[in-house]
């Protein structure tokens, strides 16, 4: 009798390993906020499977404009990242 061989699916596995960058980065935020030093944030976030989402928290209407153009700037950021990776 031959071999059967069975197909699996590698997408289907669920596997979550935390990233030890991105942590380090959110805890040294969390530090600078708890220390009053960090006083606003617009982010966009990308979650297992693909999710993307975008929020802000205090971002004052004195400053909006340059939260908005740092946006901009991360935008050309990201977009030449990819191009030159």
């Known amino acids: 009798m031959g071999t059967v061989l069975h197909e699996m699916n590698i997408e289907a596995i669920d ?3 935390p990233d ?3 942590i380090e980065h959110l805890e040294k935020l ?3 906020a708890k220390k009053g030093e960090l006083v606003g944030i617009s982010y966009v976030a990308v979650w ?3 999710y993307v989402s975008s929020s802000w928290c205090q971002i ?7 939260v908005i153009g740092e946006l901009y700037f991360l ?3 990201l977009i030449d990242a ?3 990776q």
Do not use: I, W
């Open 60 to 66: 004052r209407f004195s400053y909006l404009s340059t």
């Open 30 to 32: 969390l530090d600078e």
């Open 75 to 77: 935008k050309h950021k």
């Open 15 to 17: 596997v979550r390993k």
């Open 20 to 22: 030890a960058e991105l």
């Open 82 to 84: 990819e191009l030159y």
């Open 48 to 50: 297992h499977g693909n």
